[in-house]
């Protein structure tokens, strides 16, 4: 038994939020006020999500991404990130992280089967930072970075492009990749703030933010990326490390989909832009066996939508959700 999809997509990715919960508040994620953020006995316990992670591993998952809110938030996150290491079905572990409460947990992470993290950094400037997140951190975060970027574990940095704040930053970005061996992946700004799409003068999507790139160097390199990619990914040539562009928003990369997600609520999405198919916390409650688990996962995914045009179109309301309330 496999996790297809009507257009013969086989779902092998997992995006799993930890919490809803944040200690940042991202000018682009969420409000200044933070979110609602829901009841603890409403999250799935990590015994839940070890069973869902465990169950969707036997229908051919294989890579799992932990992201939020902010995992590292969750009281105990570190001993869960064991005992999913003991999953030995599961080839890959990632985790998204802001990076503000990881430093003194990088060993572990090391010595457990993390494959990478996604750090999220959207400026170089510490007075940027902190009127993008909306808090004083940006010290601990970049000790995080150089931290990571001396361990075995992969690091990629996420960079949202937010028109009119950090654009001016975007060859600073690459030039880290010079002598570190590190991937940054500028991300489209998408309307995941709480508050739904803000106002801008210029957007500032794939093809500008590579127009503006190819503009300062005179060579970049394409990199043969695997099909199920979210990035379109370079190199600038005799650079250590690498750069990508997500279209998260423009979305031309969902024909090769391979993911799913489940909130730290339980709700199960086939994509970002869906309001949600399912809560399999409330399934797990009311009792489902494994098996039973497996069916719905696999009836599920056969009606994944075939891109988030579609699935946007088809939840008929306006997207304003936070992405700490989506998962990362």
């Known amino acids: 038994m496999e996790l297809l999809d009507k257009f013969g997509r086989k779902i092998t990715y997992l995006r799993l939020a930890i919490t809803d919960r944040c200690n940042l508040r991202c000018q682009y994620c969420m409000p200044a006020q933070g979110i609602d953020i829901v009841d603890r006995t409403e999250l799935l316990s990590y015994k839940e999500m070890f069973r869902i992670t465990r169950v969707l591993s036997e229908l051919g998952v294989n890579k799992v991404r932990l992201t939020g809110g902010e995992p590292f938030v969750r009281k105990d996150f570190i001993n869960f ?8 079905k599961l080839e890959e572990i990632n985790i998204t992280t802001n990076g503000a409460l990881i430093s003194n947990h990088i060993d572990k992470l090391e010595s457990y089967k993390i494959n990478a993290i996604n750090l999220s950094l959207d400026s170089l400037q510490k007075e940027k930072f902190e009127k993008i997140t909306r808090r004083d951190v940006f010290d601990s975060v970049y000790d995080t ?17 937010q028109s009119g704040v950090n654009t001016d930053e975007i060859i600073d970005f690459i030039e880290l990749t010079k002598n570190k061996d590190i991937a940054v992946r500028f991300i489209e700004e998408m309307p995941f703030n709480g508050k739904g799409q803000r106002a801008i003068s210029e957007v500032w999507n794939f093809k500008k933010i590579l127009n ?4 300062q160097y005179a060579d970049i390199d394409p990199i043969l990326s695997k099909k199920s990619s979210t990035s379109v990914n370079y190199r600038i040539p005799n650079y250590q490390g690498t750069f990508g562009i997500i279209p998260a928003f423009t979305r031309t990369i969902c024909s090769d989909c391979d993911r799913i997600r489940i909130t730290s609520t339980g709700l199960f999405k086939n994509c970002l832009f869906d309001g949600g198919v399912f809560n399999v916390r409330d399934f797990i409650r009311n009792g489902a066996s494994d098996d039973e688990l497996k069916k719905l996962f696999i009836d599920t995914v056969h009606h994944k939508p075939e891109n988030g045009f579609i699935a946007e179109a088809a939840r008929g309301n306006a997207v304003s959700e936070s992405m700490s309330t989506i998962g990362g």
């Open 145 to 161: 970075f150089e931290k990571l970027e001396k361990s075995n574990l992969k690091l990629k940095l996420n960079v949202v492009v």
């Open 212 to 215: 503006h790139i190819k503009n």
């Open 81 to 88: 990130l064991e005992s999913l290491s003991f999953n030995d």
